[in-house]
């Protein structure tokens, strides 16, 4: 078998379906063979339903809860039965030939960790790669719009070593994952990526950002109300910095995130939006 492709689903049934078929659809004329491993946290949206009646063949796990995407990729990594695992999200759709390019590009590669380029529903470029989480590149990404100016995320057209490329789409070894001792489960959702490919660096392993692998990514798709986001990302930045980072740093990273809840805060009380002031408030009352 070539590859293990494990995707873990929370309430995203249609985005479900639609990746599923893409998957199918692409490798339908291939002779390249793999398994698909479905882990569903819990989701009340008829996944489960959907998954048993149309995809028999389909390895299905269903947790009883919502227990984090760190937590549910690692079941279905030690589940896979191939030396190579992709890992994609459930609102991906793969083109025509990327589960191959990725493939064969990482196997080429077995020392690193492999990331695709993904699309907008648009075809528009979507950054999903970037350099380290630097104090300077939190303070771009909160203060000056980093993603949009592509200096903390970005999307570029040739093959590139990076610091981290998106969770949505990754393909490694099995063993390589276990090196590094898989996703850490005490991350919920966001930054449980740039932990493992951190600590993927540490041990030697090389981060690629390959282009020709192209992906269509809707994102966000199941992360719930627009103010989970903000506190995730709170929440994993505290927890990476206080993980891997010196106390000075710890320090330093609360200034700013404390500095960008204060201003969303004003603006919101200005503006009368009761939602981004009860976000950052929410953000600022966090442990971690």
């Given at each position: 078998?070539?590859?293990?492709?494990?995707?873990v689903n929370?309430?995203?049934?249609v985005?479900?379906?639609?990746?599923?078929?893409?998957?199918?659809?692409?490798l339908r004329?291939s002779?390249?063979?793999?398994?698909?491993?479905v882990?569903?946290?819990?989701?009340?949206?008829?996944?489960?339903?959907?998954?048993?009646?149309?995809?028999?063949?389909?390895?299905?796990i269903?947790n009883?809860?919502?227990?984090?995407?760190?937590k549910?990729?690692?079941?279905?990594?030690?589940?896979?039965k191939?030396e190579?695992?992709?890992?994609?999200?459930s609102?991906?759709k793969?083109?025509?030939?990327a589960?191959?390019?990725?493939?064969m590009?990482?196997?080429?590669h077995?020392?690193?960790?492999?990331?695709?380029?993904?699309?907008?529903e648009d075809?528009?470029?979507?950054?999903?790669?970037?350099?380290q989480?630097s104090?300077?590149?939190?303070?771009?990404m909160l203060?000056?719009?980093?993603?949009t100016?592509?200096?903390?995320?970005?999307?570029?057209?040739s093959?590139?070593?990076?610091?981290?490329?998106?969770?949505?789409?990754?393909i490694?070894?099995?063993?390589?994952?276990i090196d590094?001792?898989?996703f850490d489960?005490?991350?919920?959702?966001?930054?449980?990526?740039?932990?493992?490919l951190?600590r993927?660096r540490?041990?030697g392993?090389?981060?690629?950002?390959?282009?020709?692998a192209?992906f269509i990514?809707?994102?966000?798709?199941s992360?719930?109300?627009?103010?989970?986001p903000v506190?995730?990302?709170y929440?994993?930045?505290?927890y990476f910095?206080?993980k891997?980072r010196s106390?000075?740093?710890?320090?330093m990273?609360e200034?700013l995130?404390r500095t960008k809840?204060?201003?969303?805060?004003g603006?919101?009380?200005?503006?009368r939006?009761?939602?981004?002031?009860?976000?950052?408030e929410?953000?600022?009352r966090?442990?971690?």
């Open positions: 078998m070539d590859v293990s492709i494990v995707i929370f309430n995203t049934k985005l479900l379906d639609r990746c599923l078929r893409s998957i199918i659809d692409s004329t002779k390249f063979t793999y398994e698909i491993i882990v569903d946290n819990g989701s009340t949206d008829g996944s489960r339903e959907l998954l048993n009646k149309k995809y028999p063949r389909v390895i299905k269903f009883n809860t919502n227990i984090g995407f760190g549910a990729n690692n079941i279905g990594i030690h589940k896979a191939s190579s695992i992709l890992l994609l999200n609102d991906i793969v083109t025509e030939n589960i191959e390019k990725l493939y590009f990482a196997k080429q077995t020392r690193a960790f492999v990331g695709g380029k993904l699309f907008n075809m528009t470029p979507q950054p999903s790669c970037g350099p989480f104090l300077i590149n939190v303070f771009i203060f000056l719009k980093g993603d100016i592509g200096i903390t995320r970005s999307s570029p057209d093959v590139l070593s990076v610091s981290w490329v998106s969770g949505a789409c990754v490694a070894t099995k063993a390589a994952f590094i001792g898989l489960e005490s991350i919920f959702m966001y930054m449980e990526e740039i932990d493992l951190y993927a540490q041990k392993y090389t981060i690629i950002f390959y282009p020709e192209k990514h809707t994102g966000a798709a992360s719930g109300s627009s103010r989970k506190i995730n990302i929440r994993g930045l505290r910095y206080r891997h106390i000075i740093e710890i320090w990273l200034i995130l809840a204060y201003i969303a805060i603006i919101g009380a200005l503006t939006n009761h939602d981004l002031v009860s976000t950052y929410q953000a600022l966090l442990d971690y």
